[in-house]
């Protein structure tokens, strides 16, 4: 189906003509591209083809908008100020605020999409996949490793073709001798690691304690709670030295577990409160100061479960 009949099928004839519309012609082909793609894409790996068109259809909104602008939007939107300055990195952070914010959009899954276009990430949901490789494959995208990449998602499917993307993305990034995005990279790494799904609750569970021992948590205890628990399967509990020392052991467990595809729901509390509560669904992280982890005692709570000692 061409960008028009895939527009019509879904009654979006309206969204379309006034995003259309603001587009520069070179990027409303590049556009009417990831749309046709990206909705060929959704159809053949279970994706919802819909969803699929409008995170196209607005992913490069922003993208030829000045740097004045975009720094704009990065402040009013309460975005990342490191965002500033890089709008082949913000412009997919502003679209997605803006197709909340203007066009009533709620959806987690289409506005990661659009959030995600450009570095990927641990633990990418099939949409996001989808507009990261339609986004790198359309037809008009001319370049070698495009047309390399498309053999590839034919004959080896979405992940080994997105995973070369991401490679190829890398060494882009690297050979113009700027920065590599964090997100790019744990996108890689969760793919080469075929993605937490491979990993049972407790060998998240396991990771999480490994690093934490391994980055000198105090008293790292792993306890088995899913016998008596509604809500977990696990808990990790460990304690840091100092208040600096309990924020960087949380952001090492997000770092570590990122890396399999994890990725917390929620984290609660801050370093200075002496508790952060990270909450990975079947799994909750407890990182404690000492004062904190004595007071409250939570071990208390499970004294009936099977402890399994962790050593780094
Ligand atoms: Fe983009
Ligand atoms: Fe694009």
Known sequence: ??????????????????????????????????????????LKYGADGRKAVIAAMFHD?????????????????????????????????IAAEHMRERHGFEDAELLDAVRFHTTGRAGMALLEKVIYLADCIEPSRDYEEAGLLRGLEETAGLDAALEAALLG??????????????????????????????LTNKEIAMRAAETLCAKKGI???????????????????ASGSNERQVGSLADDVEDALGKIGALP????????????????????????????????????????????????
């Open 219 to 237: 008293d790292v205890t792993l306890i088995d709670v899913k016998d008596v628990s509604s809500y977990a399967d696990f808990i990790v509990i």
């Open 169 to 198: 993305s890398m060494a882009y990034v690297r050979e113009k001798g700027e920065e590599l995005d964090g997100d790019t990279v744990k996108a890689y790494e969760f793919l080469r690691n075929g993605g937490a799904a491979l």
């Open 61 to 93: 909104y922003f993208r030829g908008a000045g740097d004045e602008e975009l720094d704009g939007l990065v402040g009013r939107y309460g975005l990342d100020a490191r965002l500033k300055g890089r709008p082949s990195l913000s412009h997919g952070k």
């Open 265 to 312: 729901r929620h984290i609660e509390g801050r370093a200075p409160s002496g508790w952060i509560l990270m909450d990975y669904g079947d799994l909750l992280v407890n990182v404690f100061s000492r004062d904190q982890r004595a007071t409250y005692n939570i071990e208390q709570l499970w004294s009936d479960c099977e402890t399994i000692t962790v050593e780094g």
């Open 1 to 42: 189906m061409d960008y028009k009949e895939i527009v019509a099928f879904y009654g979006l004839d309206a969204l379309w003509a006034e995003i259309g519309r603001t587009l520069k012609p070179e990027r409303q082909a590049h556009t009417r591209g990831v749309m046709e793609t990206a909705h060929r894409l959704a």
